[in-house]
C-alpha cells in the first residue's frame, strides 16, 4: 500500500525557492523575467520528448506518467508491524493448525503475505514457496527498473537538450556581432536553455529516479522479510524463534518500538 509522501513536493518547491531568492536577491521580482523564455523552453522540453521518443516504445512511454508518480508516493508498510503480524500467525498455526490460517486472511492488507500464507494452506512445498515468492520480487524489481530507467534517460538527455539550445543561442548571436549592443542579451538567452536543462535534472528527474531505486530497495527488503516470515509458519517454527530470526532485520529504534508495545 502506497501513501502520498509530501517529501517529494516539498524537496522540489525548496530547490526553486531557494533560486528565486538567489535570483532576486539584488534585482527584485522584475529580474524574474529574464528567466522566462519560451523558446528556450521548448527546445529543452521539447528535445526531452523527441529522445525519448526514439529511445522507448510508445507503450513504455505510457507509463511514464504513473512511474514519476510513485516518486510522490511511499509504503505504508511497517517492518515493525509486519515482524508483530508473522509472529500472530505462527502462533495461530501453531495452536489451531495451518489451516486455520484461512481466517486472517482478511485481515492482512498486503498481497504479498496472502499469497505466501494462501500457498502454506495449500500444503506447498516450503522450497516450492521460496522459489515462487522470490521469482515475484525479481520480477518486480525488474518492472520497477523498466520505469525508474524512462526517469534516468529524461534525466541524462535534460542537459544535452540544454547544451544544443546553448549553441543554437550562441550561432544565432555570432550573426548578429555588428550589433555590440545585443551580445548581451543573446548570450543571456543562449544561457537559459542550459539553466533550464541542468535544472529539470538535477531538481526532477534524477531526484525522482534516485526517490525510486530508494524504494525498490525498500520494497525487496520487506520482500525478504515476509519469505522468511512465511517459510517460518509452514516448518512450524516457534513464534519466539521466529521473532528473533526476523528481528535482525529491524532497526534498533524498532526493536525497541517492539520491546515498548510489549
Known sequence: ????????????????????????????????SSFFHL????IVFGGILAAMLVSFPIRELKRFGRVSAQSFKSSKD?????VDLFVHLSEIARKEGILSLEKELATIQSPFIKKGIYLTIDGVEAETIENILHAEMVSLEERHRKGRRMVEKAGDYAPAWGMI???????LMLKELNDPASLGPNMAIALLTTFYGVLLANLVFNP???????????????????????????????????????????????????????
Open 208 to 262: 525522482m529516479a534516485a526517490k525510486l531505486a530508494s524504494s525498490t530497495e525498500k520494497e525487496l527488503f520487506m520482500g525478504r522479510v515476509i519469505v522468511e516470515g512465511v517459510i517460518g509458519i509452514h516448518n512450524g517454527q516457534n513464534p519466539r524463534v521466529l521473532e528473533d530470526q526476523l528481528a535482525v532485520y529491524l532497526t534498533s529504534e524498532e526493536t525497541s518500538a517492539g520491546d515498548h508495545n510489549d
Open 78 to 82: 511497517n517492518l515493525r508491524e509486519t
Open 1 to 32: 500500500m502506497k501513501k502520498l509522501d509530501l517529501m517529494t513536493p516539498a524537496g522540489v518547491a525548496a530547490g526553486v525557492l531557494l533560486i528565486g531568492i538567489a535570483i532576486t536577491w539584488n534585482g527584485g521580482l522584475e529580474e524574474f
Open 165 to 171: 539550445g546553448t549553441l543554437i543561442g550562441l550561432i
Open 39 to 42: 523558446p528556450s523552453f521548448l
